[in-house]
């Protein structure tokens, strides 16, 4: 259900073949510079780490975690030896709804008092791509710790206009069973497998 997971990054892992784009952050990825190695931490007010399940196979329900931090070392030269963690405040779930977001947080669900934070540390990037890979690592979530493999795609780089700091942007999806993390509240009436999709930040530090 994160972000994780992950608000989760690491296509810039594929960064030695990547370019970065010089006046806009939201420009599309140009032919020639590489991206900047070094240290980068979670953008938090532009990263959305959103997830959906089946709703008693009628609907899609979805919802989101709006506190996220995280750090990223990023070494172009090297992609593997690129480093992501993530953290998830658990108590920041919401889906509009007060009602629903109150019973996401007990113990019955989530249990945000007992396991406050979700987190997420790579062990594994492999490239998938120009401008793609695959980001294993473990996640723990509900006290659990399982492994989680994401793929994230590089959308460019480059310094933000708006706070003049050098951003990193990645889009990055997965999936999970929510059962294997002892969440299993309504299984199978509410849908045991969750999507993720996650728009993740970083700024170099």
């Known amino acids: ?24 952050a939201q420009a599309t990825v140009s032919v020639g510079a590489k991206v900047e190695a070094g240290a980068y931490a979670v953008e938090p007010t ?20 709006t506190k996220t931090s995280g750090t990223l070392t990023l070494d172009p030269a090297h992609p593997a030896a690129s480093k992501l963690t993530i953290k998830i405040d658990t108590a ?22 007992a396991y406050p934070s979700i987190d997420f ?15 294993t690592g473990n996640l723990t979530f509900h006290g ?6 994401l793929s994230v795609k590089f959308n ?15 889009e990055v999806s997965g999936e999970l069973k929510r059962s294997d993390f002892g969440v ?10 969750v999507k993720l999709i996650i728009s993740a930040g970083f700024e170099h530090q």
């Not at 540390?121 to 980001?135: E, F, I, L, P």
């Not at 460019?156 to 990645?170: E, H, L, Q, R, V």
Request: net charge positive; hydrophobic share 45%.
């Open 144 to 149: 659990v710790t399982k492994p989680v493999t």
């Open 46 to 65: 532009h990263t959305r780490v959103l997830f959906s399940v089946s709703h008693m196979g009628f609907t899609t329900w979805y919802g989101e975690f």
């Open 156 to 170: 460019g780089a480059g310094i933000n206009p708006m706070d003049k700091k050098y951003t990193a942007g990645f």
């Open 92 to 113: 920041s779930v919401s889906t509009s709804n007060s009602v629903l977001d109150s019973e996401l947080k007990s113990p019955t669900w989530f249990g945000a008092a």
């Open 1 to 24: 259900m994160f972000r994780m997971i992950n608000k989760i990054f690491a296509a810039a892992v594929v960064a030695g073949s990547l370019a970065a784009p010089h006046a806009f």
């Open 184 to 193: 299993k509240t309504y299984v199978p009436m509410i849908g045991d497998d």
């Open 121 to 135: 540390v790579s062990t594994k990037v492999q490239q998938t791509g120009a401008n793609t890979a695959k980001v």
